[in-house]
C-alpha cells in the first residue's frame, strides 16, 4: 500500500464525528471518457490529490459499476466496499477508506447505481449518507464508468462540472463528442472541461482539443473549454505499475506539474448554484423519470 496512506485512520474518525450543518455543499467533479483505455481512472486518483493538496477536503468516489479499480491503482485490498452498506447493513465508517495525502476514498462495486432500486429504507440510507458528504467535504471527484450507458450519465449529468478525459485517437475524439452530444441533451447546463491524455506536447494537445470543439461548436452549438493536458510521461506508466499515484510518487515531473495547474484552474471556476438535495438523489429522480 502507499506510504502515504498509512496513519491516517485518526483523520478519518474525526471526518466521521462531524455533524452536517447548513453550509455550502460540496462542488461534484464527474471525471469520464467516452471509451476506455484513455487513463480516467488515473486522472481521477491524481486530480483528487492536486485538489486535496490545495487545501481542499476531497472525497473520491469510485463509481465505474463495470470495472471499479481505484485501490488497484493504490494498491489497496479492501475489506468492504458500497455494497457491503445495502446489503450486509455494514456502516459508512467502516468503508471509507483513507488515501493519499488526505483524500478519502469510497469504494465502489458493480451495480452502483443499480442500488438505488433497492427499497426505500435502502434509498434513504443512502440519500442520508450522501448529505453528509455533501455538507462534510468541499469537493466530490466521482470517477465513472466508460463509455455511453446509463450508470455513466447518470452520474455525468448529475455533476456540477465534467472533466472528460480523451486523447489524439480518432475513436477517442468521435466517442468523446458522443458523450457531450448525450450528455447535453439530458442537462444542458453541464460544464464540460476537456483534458487531453498522453499528448506529445501543447501543441498537438491544442490541436486535439481543436478538432473536438469545432465538431462540437457545429453540430452541437455547445460551449466547451480544454481543462489541460497531460504529456508523455515515462513517470505515469512507472507510478502505475508500482501501484501508487504519479503525483506523490513523482512530484517534480512533468505530468505531476500539468495536474497541479489543471487542478489550480477548476479551483478558479465559480462555483455552480447549489440545488436542491444532494446529488444522489437527484440521480435517481432522474432515473425515476425516464
Known amino acids: 500500500m502507499n506510504r502515504n ?6 483523520s478519518l474518525r474525526r471526518q466521521q464525528r462531524g455533524t452536517p450543518g447548513n453550509g455550502p455543499r460540496a462542488r461534484k467533479i464527474a471525471v469520464t471518457s467516452g471509451k476506455g483505455g484513455v487513463g480516467k481512472s488515473n486522472v481521477s486518483l491524481n ?7 490545495l487545501g481542499k477536503k476531497v472525497l473520491l468516489i469510485d463509481a465505474d459499476t463495470n470495472l471499479a479499480n481505484i485501490d488497484i ?12 452498506v ?8 467502516e468503508v471509507l477508506t483513507p488515501g493519499p495525502e488526505g483524500i478519502m476514498l469510497l469504494p465502489g462495486s458493480s451495480g452502483v447505481v443499480e442500488i438505488l432500486e433497492q427499497d ?16 462534510q467535504y468541499d469537493i466530490l471527484v466521482i470517477d465513472t464508468g466508460a463509455g455511453l450507458s446509463e450508470n455513466v450519465l ?27 452530444k448525450v450528455a447535453i ?17 501543447r501543441g498537438e494537445a491544442t490541436e486535439t482539443f481543436e478538432k473536438l470543439q469545432l465538431a462540437v461548436q457545429n453540430f452541437l452549438n455547445v460551449q466547451i473549454d480544454m481543462l489541460g493536458f497531460l504529456p508523455v510521461d515515462p513517470n505515469v506508466p512507472a507510478a502505475v505499475a508500482r501501484r501508487e499515484p504519479f503525483l506523490t510518487l513523482y512530484p517534480r515531473s512533468a505530468a505531476t506539474n500539468a495536474m497541479m495547474m ?13 440545488e436542491e438535495g444532494n446529488f444522489l438523489k437527484r440521480m435517481f429522480q432522474g432515473r425515476s423519470d425516464d
Open 73 to 84: 491503482l493504490l494498491g489497496m485490498s479492501l475489506q468492504k466496499t458500497l455494497a457491503d
Open 86 to 93: 445495502v446489503f450486509e447493513g455494514a456502516f459508512f465508517s
Open 120 to 135: 426505500s429504507t435502502v434509498r434513504e440510507k443512502l440519500f442520508h449518507a450522501f448529505d453528509e458528504f455533501e455538507r
Open 154 to 180: 447518470q452520474f455525468v449529468i448529475g455533476a456540477d462540472d465534467v472533466v472528460l478525459v480523451t486523447n489524439a485517437e480518432p475513436t477517442s475524439i468521435t466517442d468523446a463528442y458522443a458523450m457531450i
Open 47 to 53: 486530480l483528487a490529490i492536486s485538489l486535496s493538496r
Open 262 to 274: 489543471m487542478g489550480r484552474k477548476l479551483l478558479k471556476m465559480p462555483q455552480p448554484a447549489a
Open 5 to 10: 496512506v498509512r496513519d491516517q485512520a485518526s
Open 185 to 201: 441533451h439530458r442537462n444542458s447546463d453541464l460544464r464540460f472541461q476537456i483534458l487531453i491524455n498522453l499528448a506529445p506536447n
